[in-house]
């Protein structure tokens, strides 16, 4: 089992033609992904790599039967591909662009919410089941190994750093999340742990935060209720208030969503709050004794 994704979903690749949307599709059929399509306006007929290229998505999906969709189109012009995919069937769609206008995403969310569909992102590294052999993201694939640890991150590469070490300490993931780094993504903590507490093929969950805003908060707040254990990595300890770090979330603003704040309500949720990364995987193993 997994969350999000399961094997021989049938997936749509929105901007497959351009470079990043060629060369993520090519590494998401390399991994086992079922992509049955892709969109490019004035460029239906065509293939990418043996895959079918459709001018629109309702055409696509059409042609294709996918319910889901992964979109490569500069951030101002996500929202056209989102609203497109969600209007026709599209009820699992990762966002991977980044500098999507906040007003955009507010909407894109809220679309998705009324027609019951999930998204994940905007600015996310995407989704990876790899005991269900699919993704959809930009991940790379030789790190990740089928098995138990379920994993959800706001950020792309300390993930990608951690679901490494998880594997040389021999332990795999049922599922990786990349929540997104923006202020407002489809996704949260919250959402993504209650998908995990259903998973009978999660036994332990990591948690992977930063500074800025309080997704950490809320989750410590459903900790109680998961019944699995959770170990934690936030990174941002040496960062100044009020700069930004990387992500478009990751700052802190008049004393909120600083470190220490959510390390003591994560630990005091009883989750297994550790300093460095490599400290995870150890973690988790003594957890799952």
Same mark, same amino acid.
């Not at 399961?6 to 060369?23: D, E, N, S």
């Not at 090519?26 to 004035?42: E, I, K």
């Given at each position: #089992?997994?969350?999000?994704?399961? @094997?021989?979903?049938?997936?749509?690749?929105? !901007?497959?033609?351009? @470079?990043? !949307?060629?060369?993520?599709?090519?590494? #998401? @059929?390399?991994? !086992?992904?079922?992509?049955?399509?892709?969109?490019?306006?004035?460029?239906g007929g065509t293939l990418v790599d043996g895959v079918p290229v459709f001018d629109t998505l309702r055409e696509a999906v059409g042609e294709t039967g996918a319910t889901a969709s992964i979109v490569f189109v500069p951030g101002p012009y996500t929202k056209d591909a989102a609203f497109e995919a969600l209007e026709n069937g599209i009820r699992l769609l990762v966002l991977i662009p980044e500098h999507v206008p906040v007003a955009d995403s507010i909407d894109i969310v809220a679309r998705a919410q009324d027609l019951g569909a999930d998204v994940v992102g905007p600015n996310t590294f995407g989704v990876i089941s790899p005991g269900e052999g699919t993704k959809m993201g930009i991940m790379p694939n030789h790190i990740y190994r089928p098995g138990e640890v379920g994993v959800v991150a706001r950020s792309g590469t300390l993930s990608y750093e951690i679901a490494y070490q998880l594997t040389n300490a021999g332990l795999g993931q049922s599922t990786v999340v990349g929540m997104g780094g923006d202020p407002v993504v489809g996704g949260t903590f919250v959402s993504v742990l209650e998908r995990f507490r259903e998973d009978a093929a999660t036994r332990a969950v990591v948690l992977v935060g930063e500074i800025g805003g309080s997704a950490e908060e809320e989750a410590a707040e459903y900790l109680s209720t998961l019944g699995k254990p959770v170990v934690a990595y936030l990174a941002g300890r040496a960062a100044p208030a009020g700069k930004r770090m990387g992500h478009a979330g990751a700052i802190i603003e008049r004393g909120r969503g600083t470190l220490d704040s959510k390390e003591r309500a994560l630990a005091k949720a009883g989750a297994h709050v550790v300093t460095v990364p490599w400290e995870v995987a150890p973690a988790v193993a003594s957890a799952l004794q």
């Open positions: #089992m997994a969350i999000y994704l399961h @094997r021989g979903q049938k997936i749509l690749v929105q !901007g497959i033609t351009g @470079r990043q !949307g060629t060369f993520h599709a090519q590494q #998401m @059929r390399a991994f !086992g992904a079922n992509v049955v399509g892709g969109t490019s306006p004035g460029k």
